[in-house]
């Protein structure tokens, strides 16, 4: 069963519009979230993110926006650039224990979303 | 800039041989991971190792190792491959709770 869910497999839209990408969870506890985007042939890299304390962090054209009474949170991309083309993940991170007791940040990451902006 | 590499872009090999991907990093990251990616599944961690000879089964270790021996470097071993394995296999590291910053992937494909 997957924590965490992106339902869009794909989304695309105009240059210079609102991309809008969306992402579900199930486990309340998760203490923090984030974006990776990832080019094709190319590892995923970090985009931004959110304390599960906070409901919007922004950077540049990058709004992520948490709902905690929905499990819901969304990426805001405006205006869409035609370089924003990429699978954009969403991850959950949660405090876990390993066998031996020690704390770690345990990553939980959404299917992904292929966003396409076109020209 | 923090650098991850892994051993190889793309990889073909053969049902039932030994294949060994590596990663190494450039940062001093004491944690460092293998996923898997795969359509419609995401990021799948499959090992984890918070320090040197230390290791930690992720979400799907079934079917494959790991090796830390050294801080730098995280070997992923499949001991015999089977075709269910094709994949693209993403490294990662970080310090303590940073982000996590990604190699570019090696694309393994099992015949």
């Known amino acids: 069963d997957q924590q965490v869910k992106q339902n869009s497999p794909s989304l695309s839209v105009q240059e210079g519009r609102i991309s809008i990408l969306n992402c579900d969870y199930t486990?309340?506890?998760?203490?923090?979230f984030l974006w990776y985007k990832k080019y094709p042939a190319e590892g995923p890299t970090f985009l931004i993110s959110i304390s599960s304390i906070k409901d919007k962090n922004e950077d540049g054209r990058f709004t992520v926006f948490l709902n905690k009474s929905a499990k819901h949170l969304s990426l805001h991309i405006v205006p869409s650039q035609p370089g924003d083309s990429a699978v954009y993940f969403c991850?959950?991170?949660?405090?876990?224990?390993?066998?031996?007791?020690?704390?770690?940040?345990?990553?939980?990451f959404g299917p992904g979303t292929s966003l396409s902006v076109i020209p | 800039d923090v650098k991850v590499t892994q051993s190889s872009r793309y990889l073909v090999k053969r049902t039932g041989e030994k294949v060994f991907l590596e990663c190494v990093q450039d940062?001093?990251?004491?944690?460092m991971f293998w996923y898997r990616q795969d359509p419609g599944l995401g990021l799948r961690l499959i090992y984890f190792s918070y320090d040197v000879k230390m290791k930690e089964k992720g979400d799907i270790p079934e079917g494959y190792s790991v090796s830390r021996e050294k801080k730098e470097r995280f070997s992923l071993i499949l001991e015999s491959a089977s075709t269910n394995q094709t994949s693209m296999y993403l490294c990662?590291?970080?310090?303590?709770?940073?982000?996590?910053?990604f190699g570019p992937g090696t694309r393994l494909t099992v015949l």
């Open positions: 486990n309340s506890m998760f203490d923090y």
């Open positions: 991850a959950a991170i949660t405090m876990s224990r390993d066998s031996q007791k020690t704390s770690y940040d345990k990553v939980i």
């Open positions: 990662a590291s970080r310090l303590a709770t940073d982000t996590q910053y």
């Open positions: 940062m001093d990251h004491e944690n």
